[in-house]
């Protein structure tokens, strides 16, 4: 297994246009988070999933970002009408629902909205 | 969720040890200690976490307090390539609901490491 992987690593996109990340976790891992990290910043939760359910949102993830995780594997995100704001790096992570287990991040999207 | 409070930077010189501090006053008995570290441009990587007794792993040591009250993540012979920022972070034990399912990152100590 090669791990988190994400796809793209860089992205640039004009202000308003969509753009959509992809992350494909840990084959056996059952929880798979977003998050996004702005610079000097921790890392932020937006959203995570076990399977395919969507078990939690952050106030952080405005009705311009959904997230999908079809059939428990791959996830998606997706940012509509990007904002100045939405430049940050966009962190998947991994995990099993096992007391204790640790989380396996991503590389990374970094997204600029210029 | 329990906070942690953590220097923003510390420094330390290769082959010597390093114990990174970190304090969280308001842990619940049901919280567990996690370490993480980021390198640059990279995501997190997940170093150690504990509950109650000391915890050693082939990347680190953590000593936690009796009262569980602060913790020291202990790098035995620094190196280079563990300059990264360290995030202590505290996380429910309790499974099933969404809270506790999710690390909360603060802002982690940055950690230098020169020859």
């Known amino acids: 297994d090669t791990g988190v992987s994400q796809n793209p690593r860089h992205k640039i996109t004009k202000r308003g246009q969509n753009v959509t990340f992809r992350c494909d976790p840990i084959s056996e891992h059952n929880r798979l988070y977003w998050y996004r990290q702005t610079l000097g910043q921790g890392p932020e939760f937006l959203t995570y999933?076990?399977?395919?359910?969507?078990?939690?949102k952050s106030r952080l993830l405005s009705d311009r970002f959904s997230a999908e995780r079809p059939k428990g594997s791959f996830s998606t995100l997706e940012i509509q009408r990007t904002e100045q704001g939405d430049s940050a790096m966009y962190l998947c992570?991994?995990?099993?629902?096992?007391?204790?287990?640790?989380?396996?991040f991503g590389s990374g999207t970094r997204l600029t909205v210029v | 969720d329990a906070k942690t409070t953590q220097p923003n930077s510390m420094e330390s010189n290769e082959e010597e040890p390093v114990h990174l501090p970190c304090n969280h006053s308001?842990?619940?008995?049901?919280?567990?200690i996690h370490w993480y570290r980021q390198l640059p441009s990279q995501g997190p990587e997940y170093v150690i976490h504990g509950l109650t007794s000391n915890v050693n792993n082939r990347m680190a040591s953590l000593a936690i307090a009796e009262d569980r009250k602060s913790s020291t993540l202990i790098l035995h012979r620094a190196t280079l390539r563990d300059a990264a920022v360290y995030y202590c972070?505290?996380?429910?034990?309790?499974?099933?609901?969404?809270?506790?399912?999710?690390?909360?990152f603060g802002t982690g100590t940055r950690l230098q490491v020169t020859l």
């Open positions: 992570a991994s995990s099993l629902a096992v007391q204790g287990w640790g989380y396996t």
């Open positions: 308001t842990i619940s008995g049901t919280d567990y």
């Open positions: 999933f076990q399977n395919e359910a969507q078990l939690e």
């Open positions: 972070i505290l996380r429910d034990a309790l499974l099933n609901t969404g809270t506790a399912s999710k690390l909360t």
